[in-house]
């Protein structure tokens, strides 16, 4: 299945000094919604691990709108790509709601890099993985049904980003809109919109003062 959230926190799975070592070396801030973390096309020179909150990842179509790339949420490290290659960031990232963030500035992230064996091979892993699942959703998009991948979107986010565990509907805690799905998928928003009408005729998601329920979980993975 495609990660429609980031799942990885390389950072927590360093040895132990490791770990400890760098956590040492990163300042952390508090970011309103809506706030601006990175800015695509500026120098990379800052990693970032969220630490409570949502952060959107996002690019620019032609027409200048904004394009949903991936959530990430607690634990998830991002920008170590741009900072490894040397370019600026591709994508600008958001705070989706407040959120905490910790951030590793360039001097510290090298000397730390070289310094400990465990940092560079951890981003391989990284890196190795990421693209695998970039094949991982090519073949999903083209075997998939798109009403199947925005169930297990859903079902994904609310396995992961709920506000209650228990059992019954599940509230996701962060906002986002049937033009982020489509911006995901890459299909027009009437698309989206044709079947969300179908999860919520059939009791499986629906919204409540602006936030998105799961309503039936079970039922929404069953869903093709």
């Not at 009408?197 to 093709?224: M, N, Q």
């Amino acid at each position: 299945m495609q990660r429609f959230i980031n799942h990885g926190n390389w950072i927590g799975d360093l040895p132990e000094t490791v770990r400890d070592a760098m956590l040492a070396r990163m300042e952390e801030v508090t970011i309103e919604p809506g706030g601006i973390i990175a800015q695509a096309g500026r120098e990379a020179n800052r990693i970032f691990q969220v630490v409570e909150g949502y952060v959107r990842l996002v690019g620019l179509h032609e027409d200048g709108s904004e394009a949903l790339i991936t959530i990430y949420i607690a634990g998830n490290c991002y920008a170590e790509t741009a900072m490894v290659s040397r370019r600026r960031y591709n994508h600008t990232s958001i705070a989706m709601v407040r959120s905490r963030i910790r951030i590793l500035h360039e001097r510290d992230f090298w000397e730390l890099y070289y310094m400990h064996a465990a940092i560079p091979e951890a981003l391989c892993r990284k890196f190795a993985d990421a693209i695998s699942w970039q094949f991982a959703a090519r073949e999903m998009r083209a075997t998939m049904r798109l009403r199947q991948q925005i169930a297990n979107m859903f079902a994904d986010f609310a396995e992961r980003c709920a506000t209650n565990t228990a059992e019954g509907p599940i509230e996701l805690d962060f906002p986002f809109t049937q033009s982020d799905i489509a911006s995901i998928f890459d299909v027009t928003r009437q698309s989206v919109q044709r079947e969300i009408t179908y999860f919520k005729d059939h009791g499986l998601v629906e919204k409540r003062e602006g936030k998105w329920v799961v309503v039936d979980l079970v039922r929404l993975r069953r869903t093709s």
